[in-house]
């Protein structure tokens, strides 16, 4: 395979690569207990792009972004945490460098909850002020991965959990030299169902995990994988073939519906 890393390509291999689309890994540096490194949720979200752009053509695989919004994970040491408005602002600016280099398709894998909101807000605002930019988000692999595969593949809430099941397993299928098993332990979480308390994480948990790790098997974590990059693959390549185009144009057809692009900052 040729080289897909933007990090790790020549001038001339990304001229001769063509890329007509990026893929953006998003993480974070924070504890995840006794027995999962720092880097966990960049690490997986990493190891999803590569694997899916060696399968679609024309796929770049941008430098992840190893710093996410962290703030509500910060009881337990350390946790490096940009703001939700410095993330928002990061990712702007990484949108329109890759523009104004002509790459007009992202797709971002995100692998932490805390990014969740910058990337609604950036995505949405940037969309709005280019809508020449496509964008699409893989918001939740972990909720995601759950949904996709078979009821009963996890055995404790639902795989879910910072550092729990599904987390472990999946760095059991892609790191496994940086778990330590013998060290895994958490707590499932006793949360209201429907509406959502926004909790201090040392509220949930005395280990810095919650969900059960002790569940976890590599051959969970290659399902999940397996199950995201398979649709991540046919997700990119129905859009290619659709022209990252949902079927209907702003102002065409409904004289209700005005094309409106110039606003925004
Ligand atoms: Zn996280």
Same mark, same amino acid.
């Given at each position: 395979?040729s080289?897909k890393r933007l990090?790790?390509?020549t001038g001339?291999d990304?001229?001769l /690569?063509?890329?007509d689309k990026?893929?953006? +890994?998003i $993480?974070?540096t924070?504890? %995840?207990?006794e027995?999962?490194?720092? $880097?966990t949720?960049?690490l997986?979200?990493? %190891? ?9 053509e024309?796929l770049?695989v941008l #430098? ?13 040491p350390?946790? *490096?945490s940009?703001?939700?408005e410095?993330?928002m @602002?990061?990712?702007?600016?990484v949108?329109?460098?890759l *523009?104004? %280099?002509?790459i007009r398709?992202?797709l971002?894998i995100?692998?932490?909850d ?8 950036a995505t949405?605002e940037?969309?709005?002020k280019?809508p020449?930019?496509?964008i699409?988000?893989?918001e +939740?692999w972990w909720?995601? +991965?759950?949904?996709?595969? #078979?009821?009963g593949?996890?055995?404790?809430? $639902? /795989?879910?959990g910072?550092g729990?099941?599904g987390?472990?397993?999946?760095m059991l +299928?892609v790191? #496994?030299?940086?778990?330590e098993?013998s060290?895994a @332990?958490g707590v499932i #979480?006793?949360l209201?169902? %429907?509406?959502e308390?926004k909790?201090?994480?040392?509220? *949930?948990t005395?280990y ?5 790790p002790?569940k976890a098997?590599a051959?969970?974590g290659?399902?999940m994988?397996?199950a995201?990059?398979?649709l991540l693959?046919?997700?990119?390549r129905?859009?290619?073939?659709r ?10 057809g ?10 925004g900052?």
């Amino acid at each position: 395979m040729s080289e897909k890393r933007l990090f790790r390509m020549t001038g001339r291999d990304f001229r001769l /690569g063509r890329f007509d689309k990026a893929v953006l +890994a998003i $993480g974070s540096t924070e504890y %995840h207990g006794e027995h999962l490194p720092y $880097g966990t949720d960049t690490l997986v979200a990493e %190891h999803l792009a590569e694997a899916v752009a060696e399968r679609v053509e024309g796929l770049l695989v941008l #430098p992840p972004l190893p710093l996410g919004m962290s703030h509500h994970y910060a009881s337990f040491p350390l946790a *490096l945490s940009l703001s939700t408005e410095t993330l928002m @602002r990061v990712l702007w600016e990484v949108f329109e460098s890759l *523009l104004r %280099h002509g790459i007009r398709r992202l797709l971002i894998i995100n692998g932490h909850d805390g990014n969740i909101p910058a990337i609604e807000a950036a995505t949405r605002e940037f969309r709005v002020k280019h809508p020449e930019m496509k964008i699409a988000v893989l918001e +939740a692999w972990w909720k995601t +991965a759950a949904d996709l595969l #078979p009821e009963g593949t996890f055995e404790a809430w $639902g /795989g879910l959990g910072h550092g729990g099941e599904g987390k472990t397993s999946m760095m059991l +299928a892609v790191v #496994p030299e940086l778990v330590e098993m013998s060290h895994a @332990r958490g707590v499932i #979480p006793k949360l209201p169902a %429907h509406v959502e308390v926004k909790w201090r994480f040392e509220e *949930l948990t005395p280990y810095g995990v919650t969900g059960d790790p002790t569940k976890a098997t590599a051959e969970k974590g290659r399902k999940m994988r397996d199950a995201l990059v398979e649709l991540l693959v046919s997700f990119l390549r129905e859009m290619d073939q659709r022209g990252w185009e949902l079927g209907f144009k702003a102002g065409e057809g409904d004289p209700l519906l005005g094309v409106e692009t110039d606003g925004g900052r």
